[in-house]
């Protein structure tokens, strides 16, 4: 995550650390979702309860991560980006641990699954959107990770494809369902696992709206497509302020020192 340099130290170590945390904890949560999808696709049931006990780990994350930030804000009293940051992270932790609880729903099913032995119908439909979301959250996290707005308006226009795949592929279990009665049970829980899907999309989306929110200073929650551009667009100028107002201090810098030799 880009910020710029405090006079305190310590600040700066303070917010590199609940940066750490948060991404710590993303990349725990995404490995949550991959190995639920693997424990479905392989009828692994001791791998689906692996997801299960990781849960507990993503949860107590939550709880670390914001005992950091309460004490972060009641130390340093961040203000302006600083504290857009901040509440970034403590708005996007809610995310990372409800897609921990997908995930855990996910690994429900497939120790289910596992222990029915049947048929893998929809199998296909869960591989193929599970593939799109999974990308979805890891670029979610690498746009926070680089404070890349570009990135972040690229999942949340993934987003509208996700959904367009979830609709597609409920439509086409339901037609199954209608036409062989025999596995309705299956199908239903196949179901359940593309909504939990989906729903890992939208908090991958809503974690791109924070990175958003954070470098252009606008929130972009319910805004429309035109807005939230014309919001990346005004961050990669600000971005490109700072850079060329950072160079021109180096050199003045670099000068003064060579007129002081």
Known sequence: MQNDKHISKSFDQDIGEAVRLFLYMGDRAANQVTNAIHALMDQDETLAQEVIDMDVDVNQMEVELDEHILLLVAKRQPTANDLRLVMSISKGVVDLERIGDEATKIAYMAKKAAGENGSSYGYAEVQHLSNQVRL?????????????????????RSDELVNEEYQTATRSLMTYIMEDARHV???????WILRALERVGDHAQNIAELVINYVSGQDVRHADYEMVEKAVQDANERLEERKISSTATQDVDSTDTNQAD
């Open 136 to 156: 979805m959250l890891h670029n979610a996290l690498e746009a926070f990770s680089l404070s890349n707005a570009d990135l972040a308006l690229e999942v949340m």
């Open 185 to 191: 049970s299956k199908v239903i829980n196949i179901m």
